[in-house]
T-cell receptor, first 113, second 113 residues
Framework: DTAVSQTPKYLVTQMGNDKSIKCEQNLGHDTMYWYKQDSKKFLKIMFSYNNKELIINETVPNRFSPKSPDKAHLNLHINSLELGDSAVYFC????????????FGPGTRLLVL | AQTVTQSQPEMSVQEAETVTLSCTYDTSESDYYLFWYKQPPSRQMILVIRQEAYKQQNATENRFSVNFQKAAKSFSLKISDSQLGDAAMYFCALGEYGNKLVFGAGTILRVKS
């Protein structure tokens, strides 16, 4: 009965590799997000999708590409991983685009060696 | 641009005592929401409390309450009867229409038994 789930929980990989993180929500929400939490615990929005349509795209390198196959899923693909990509990535969802409460997944800790 | 400032990197409280975490924010919008999220060592982001800017009444959730001062752009969190399980990092966040959450840097709360 997990509301927002992410896989994998941990990801260790080499520089230059390509990896994906998957997110699924079973709350029936229309809007989903990706946030990045850096080593200093600072959280910043990366992307937001509403009903499969991209609505927020912060200044993120184009090595990061989100994909929303349906409104319950939002995946994050990262090409050519760099050391600075090491962080915790959180998926979240909310009912809509108004400032509703966002519910977060458990996070994916990515370590790039 | 929206900003959220948490001026206390770390706070300590004795079990059963009360502690207040500070947050100030800046926004040019008149309609927005404010949130406190808790992040325990498990790294899960848990919603603690939410406040709509148009409501004058301060939000309360059991032992958690806020002091929302709209003119001063201040949104502090009061935790009463502190428990060991309250130990976590607490993030203040500002949400506007379009639903990008802007987070503060966080305050680590330590609870002493």
């Amino acid at each position: 009965d997990t509301a927002v789930s992410q896989t994998p929980k941990y990801l260790v990989t080499q520089m230059g590799n390509d990896k994906s993180i998957k997110c699924e929500q079973n709350l029936g929400h229309d809007t989903m997000y990706w946030y990045k939490q850096d080593s200093k615990k600072f959280l910043k929005i990366m992307f937001s999708y509403n009903n499969k349509e991209l609505i927020i795209n912060e200044t993120v390198p184009n090595r990061f590409s989100p994909k929303s196959p349906d409104k319950a899923h939002l995946n994050l693909h990262i090409n050519s991983l760099e050391l600075g990509d090491s962080a915790v990535y959180f998926c979240a969802s909310s009912l809509g685009q108004g400032a509703e409460t966002q519910y977060f997944g458990p996070g994916t800790r990515l370590l790039v060696l | 641009a929206q900003t959220v400032t948490q001026s206390q990197p770390e706070m300590s409280v004795q079990e059963a005592e009360t502690v207040t975490l500070s947050c100030t924010y800046d926004t040019s919008e008149s309609d927005y929401y404010l949130f406190w999220y808790k992040q325990p060592p498990s790294r899960q982001m848990i919603l603690v409390i939410r406040q709509e800017a148009y409501k004058q009444q301060n939000a309360t959730e059991n032992r958690f309450s806020v002091n929302f001062q709209k003119a001063a752009k201040s949104f502090s969190l009061k935790i009463s009867d502190s428990q060991l399980g309250d130990a976590a990092m607490y993030f203040c966040a500002l949400g506007e229409y379009g639903n990008k959450l802007v987070f503060g840097a966080g305050t680590i709360l330590r609870v002493k038994s």
